[in-house]
Every structure is written in structure tokens, then in C-alpha cells.
């Protein structure tokens, strides 16, 4: 490949994870090397059954289940701050390796804008990464540096969702 891009998937719509994993899918079946992180989820969700199948995708994920952000103490802040850190380090240190071809650092919007991650770290990221590589991004609101970066962006809107109609999330669709 003779340049990796920047894609962003953002917005409030239902979907963004599932369209990055969906191109980490498609990526590996290149015979790829697809390295993916995701802040904030610990729950066990559905596709990592599917995921753990595919020999050239390797998955990190909080190790501690956290709640909202408005709901955590400053404790909770500072040690979700620092799992992030070392997410993003061993992200960076594979990328820099060699180790993966595609990054996709799902939620990483979030953490930025709740500086639950070193944003220095990120920025440089966004305009220093491997050329040759994909970097896929997920989140709600992008920061603006995101936007400037990226080179695909797909925006999720909201229309109608069944949970405003009191139907809880389904195993399989939602998680």
C-alpha cells in the first residue's frame, strides 16, 4: 500500500465501531496486520467472539470497568487516564514496529476530550503516523485537529433508536 489514510467515524448515531471493525475485517483478509484499541469498553461484546478467529487482528481493552465520566471520582479519572496512557503506548510502540498496518484506536474521541489520555501524544500521532499505515478513529465529537487530519470522515447520525422506546440493548446488535 503506497499510503495509509486517516478515517473518522463520529457522530451520535449508533454504528461507529461497527463500521471500524467491519474495515479491520476487510483489512486483515488482506493478510494485514490490524491492531486495535479500544478506551472505555470492558464489557464483553459479541464480536470479539468473531474477532478472536481472525489471526491478523489483536484487540486491547480497558482492563477496569469504569463508569461515565461524570459519574467517576478523581481516583477513577486519574487511573483511567493512566490505562489509556499505556493503551496508546503499546498502540504506538506496534505501530512504530512494524507490528501492525492498521490502527484503529476506537473511542479515542472521547478520551481526548475528556483529556483521559495524553493529547500531546495523540496530535503528534495524527500527524506523524507510519505513512504506510491506516489509522481508524471513533467517537462522538471529533476535536477540530481530528477533522483537519482525517482523511475519510462518516458521520453517524441519529434518526430514531429503539432505546427511546424502552427497548434495552440486544445482544448481537447493540454489544
Not at 463520529?10 to 486495535?36: M, N, S
Not at 503499546?90 to 475528556?114: F, P, Q, R, T
Not at 471529533?142 to 434495552?168: N, Q, V, W
Amino acid at each position: 500500500m503506497a499510503e495509509g489514510l486517516i478515517h473518522l467515524y463520529c457522530g451520535d448515531g449508533k454504528g461507529k465501531t461497527t463500521a471500524a471493525l467491519g474495515l479491520a475485517v476487510r483489512f486483515a483478509g488482506t493478510g494485514k496486520k490490524v491492531f486495535i484499541v479500544q478506551f472505555f469498553k470492558t464489557m464483553d461484546s459479541s464480536e470479539l467472539v468473531s474477532l478472536k478467529h481472525i489471526p491478523e487482528i489483536e484487540i486491547c481493552r480497558n482492563s477496569i470497568d469504569f463508569s461515565f465520566f461524570e459519574n467517576m471520582s478523581d481516583a477513577q479519572l486519574e487511573a483511567v487516564t493512566e490505562e489509556n496512557n499505556r493503551n496508546l503506548a503499546l498502540a504506538l510502540d506496534k505501530m512504530n514496529s512494524g507490528l501492525c498496518d492498521m490502527l484503529v484506536l476506537d473511542e479515542i474521541v472521547g478520551c481526548y476530550n475528556y483529556n483521559l489520555i495524553d493529547k500531546k501524544a495523540v496530535d503528534l500521532l495524527l500527524k506523524e503516523k507510519r505513512p504506510d499505515m491506516e489509522l481508524v478513529l471513533t467517537g462522538i465529537y471529533p476535536p477540530e485537529s481530528f477533522i483537519s487530519a482525517a482523511d475519510y470522515i462518516t458521520s453517524m447520525t441519529c434518526l430514531r433508536h429503539p432505546f427511546e422506546k424502552g427497548i434495552p440493548a440486544r445482544r448481537g446488535i447493540e454489544f
